[in-house]
């Protein structure tokens, strides 16, 4: 028996979850849960990383003081391109920033001015956003240049964490792919860039790929803490590469989705896709666990259905998840349709008034109830999938006849169903807890146990129980697909 230990920190949550794998099966128990959001000081959003590390300590304490037997490894995985600078004395000279800290759309203005936005996406794969690290960095440059000044190691965010429990500074390839840094098609900081935007080099931490023991607990952080001397695994640092190797994806041209408030739709590549039209519409590149990409677009989840459902408690109009069921099984057709992904329902002050006005702007009629309005958006989220899935094949020359989707989203059977439907290709749903099961594997595959990425995804199939949809109505939804479409086409041209 083998038992690790996998964090698994969101942007506004963290969980703790061991794996006990027995050589055929892995069982998940979750240890510990937290929450994670961001300060605001100083006019800046800030992670607080000293309450991090005190809740990432408490939950090792109590996973010892559960677990029978040894722990035989830790690993580490967070959201992407925030990161920590770490002074001479291996300390951090502030809190990290958050990316959710828009001081940084100047900088990316003032990059742009420099090098054309298509040229850094060809450069490094990245879409081009402001939140992206390269940006943060030259923001800190500009308004904090102390603390570049004084900066040991740049550590990508669950890297800070490896190096508070070990004291070894590597950052890890799948979240430095995040950062707009690094070289496309290869695992090395992109040094024309930081020549371009930077007075002088940066200290960022050498990249290496996971799957591979760094180092065990520190002595210092042993004796400080008393915890035990467990192994400290480098798992892929991304949630989403981490997700991705726990899908038991077995036919190579397959898609796969995460759906969770935001939903991420793509496909694994051996290189990375830099076309002008994958630039226009958005999509990105970023590493694997296996050091490939994965070509994916990121692009709205249940955020707009939450929005709704907290308006309407609001107004003492609730709708709870089994009455929501109830409407969508007993809706009649739907012909009214919004692009999920349209800039009015990012953080508008009223969800229900953004939709009103979507209908409004493309000439469609309101949702007049409820039902309607939840129909219209999760018939909505279908479509956008599907076209998004179209898209990622006419990129990449493929067909895809599977679609592996994980994340919490995948508890919503009826959108399931739905995305079935609207990609007229069967889907497989599950795990839920993709994220921490991919770190998992990762660990297991550092310690010898697991040797590949497609043994892991056996043990996967093996572990946990999948869920199948076949496409359904398949006439009613390419008229709903072909609709769709003019009206993406449609808005294009605008």
């Given at each position: 028996?083998?038992?690790?230990l996998?964090?698994?920190?969101?942007?506004?949550?963290?969980?703790?979850?061991?794996?006990?794998?027995?050589?055929?099966k892995?069982?998940?128990q979750?240890?510990?849960?937290?929450?994670?959001?961001?300060?605001q000081?100083?006019?800046h959003?800030y992670?607080?990383?000293?309450?991090?590390?005190?809740e990432?300590?408490?939950?090792?304490?109590?996973?010892?003081?559960q677990?029978?037997?040894?722990?035989?490894?830790i690993?580490?995985?967070?959201?992407g391109?925030?990161?920590?600078?770490?002074?001479?004395?291996d300390?951090?000279?502030?809190?990290?920033?958050?990316?959710?800290?828009?001081?940084?759309?100047?900088?990316?203005?003032?990059?742009?001015?420099?090098?054309?936005?298509?040229?850094?996406?060809?450069?490094?794969?990245?879409?081009?956003s402001?939140?992206?690290?390269?940006?943060?960095?030259?923001?800190?440059e500009?308004?904090?240049?102390?603390?570049?000044?004084?900066?040991?190691?740049?550590?990508?965010?669950?890297n800070?964490?490896?190096?508070?429990?070990?004291?070894?500074?590597?950052?890890?390839?799948?979240?430095?792919?995040?950062?707009?840094l690094?070289?496309?098609?290869?695992?090395?900081?992109?040094?024309?860039?930081?020549q371009s935007?930077?007075?002088?080099?940066?200290?960022?931490?050498?990249?290496?790929?996971?799957?591979?023991v760094?180092?065990?607990?520190?002595?210092?952080?042993q004796?400080?803490?008393?915890?035990?001397?467990?192994?400290?695994?480098?798992?892929?640092?991304?949630?989403?590469?981490?997700?991705?190797?726990?899908?038991?994806?077995?036919?190579p041209?397959?898609?796969?989705?995460?759906?969770?408030?935001?939903?991420?739709?793509?496909?694994?590549?051996?290189?990375?896709?830099?076309?002008?039209?994958?630039?226009?519409?958005?999509?990105?590149?970023?590493?694997?666990?296996?050091?490939?990409?994965?070509?994916?677009?990121?692009?709205?989840?249940?955020?707009?259905?939450?929005?709704?459902?907290?308006?309407?408690?609001?107004?003492?109009?609730?709708?709870?998840?089994?009455?929501?069921?109830?409407?969508?099984?007993?809706?009649?057709?739907n012909?009214?349709?919004?692009d999920?992904?349209?800039?009015l329902f990012?953080?508008?002050s009223?969800?229900?008034?953004?939709?009103?006005?979507?209908?409004?702007k493309?000439?469609q009629?309101?949702?007049?109830?409820?039902?309607?309005?939840?129909q219209?958006?999760?018939?909505?989220?279908?479509?956008?999938?599907?076209?998004?899935?179209?898209?990622?094949?006419d990129?990449?020359?493929?067909?895809?006849?599977?679609?592996?989707?994980?994340?919490?989203?995948?508890?919503?059977?009826?959108?399931?169903?739905?995305?079935?439907?609207?990609?007229?290709?069967?889907?497989?749903?599950?795990?839920?807890?993709?994220?921490?099961?991919?770190?998992?594997?990762?660990?297991?595959r550092?310690?010898?146990?697991?040797?590949?990425?497609?043994e892991?995804?056996?043990?996967?199939?093996k572990?946990?129980?999948m869920?199948?949809?076949?496409?359904?109505?398949e006439?009613?939804w390419?008229?709903?697909?072909?609709?769709?479409?003019?009206?993406?086409?449609d808005k294009?041209g605008?």
């Open positions: 028996m083998t038992t690790v996998a964090f698994d920190l969101g942007a506004s949550n963290g969980r703790l979850v061991s794996q006990v794998f027995n050589g055929e892995i069982s998940l979750e240890i510990h849960r937290f929450s994670n959001q961001p300060l000081e100083n006019g959003y992670w607080d990383f000293n309450y991090l590390m005190k990432i300590v408490e939950g090792i304490r109590l996973a010892e003081h677990l029978a037997g040894s722990i035989d490894g690993g580490v995985d967070t959201w391109v925030d990161f920590g600078i770490i002074n001479a004395n300390q951090l000279v502030s809190k990290p920033f958050s990316y959710r800290d828009t001081y940084t759309v100047s900088h990316m203005e003032r990059a742009l001015a420099k090098r054309d936005a298509f040229e850094l996406f060809t450069m490094t794969g990245n879409e081009v402001s939140i992206n690290t390269l940006f943060q960095l030259m923001a800190i500009q308004a904090y240049p102390a603390y570049l000044d004084n900066a040991k190691h740049i550590l990508m965010t669950p800070l964490i490896q190096f508070a429990l070990t004291g070894i500074a590597q950052n890890e390839f799948t979240i430095a792919s995040t950062s707009q690094v070289e496309k098609g290869r695992r090395e900081w992109h040094q024309e860039i930081m935007f930077f007075h002088k080099p940066l200290p960022l931490a050498p990249i290496q790929l996971p799957h591979q760094i180092g065990t607990i520190s002595t210092t952080m004796d400080r803490e008393q915890l035990g001397a467990i192994p400290v695994i480098m798992t892929p640092g991304h949630d989403t590469a981490c997700a991705l190797s726990a899908l038991p994806i077995q036919h041209d397959a898609c796969f989705m995460s759906i969770g408030t935001w939903t991420l739709v793509g496909k694994e590549v051996p290189n990375p896709v830099i076309t002008l039209e994958a630039f226009e519409e958005g999509f990105t590149n970023e590493g694997t666990s296996e050091g490939a990409y994965r070509f994916q677009r990121n692009g709205m989840g249940f955020w707009i259905l939450q929005n709704l459902r907290n308006e309407w408690k609001r107004s003492g109009r609730e709708v709870n998840y089994d009455k929501e069921h109830e409407l969508l099984t007993t809706a009649p057709p012909d009214i349709f919004i999920p992904d349209d800039a990012f953080n508008p009223s969800m229900e008034e953004a939709i009103q006005l979507y209908c409004q493309t000439h009629p309101t949702p007049s109830s409820q039902q309607g309005m939840i219209c958006v999760i018939e909505s989220m279908a479509l956008k999938y599907a076209h998004t899935i179209r898209r990622v094949e990129m990449t020359t493929t067909q895809a006849d599977v679609v592996y989707i994980g994340g919490g989203g995948i508890q919503n059977q009826f959108l399931c169903q739905l995305i079935a439907n609207a990609t007229g290709k069967r889907v497989v749903a599950g795990p839920i807890e993709a994220s921490a099961i991919g770190n998992g594997l990762s660990q297991l550092a310690l010898g146990e697991i040797a590949t990425l497609e892991g995804r056996e043990v996967v199939l572990s946990f129980e869920r199948e949809y076949d496409p359904e109505d006439s009613k390419q008229h709903a697909k072909d609709q769709f479409s003019t009206y993406i086409n294009r605008n």
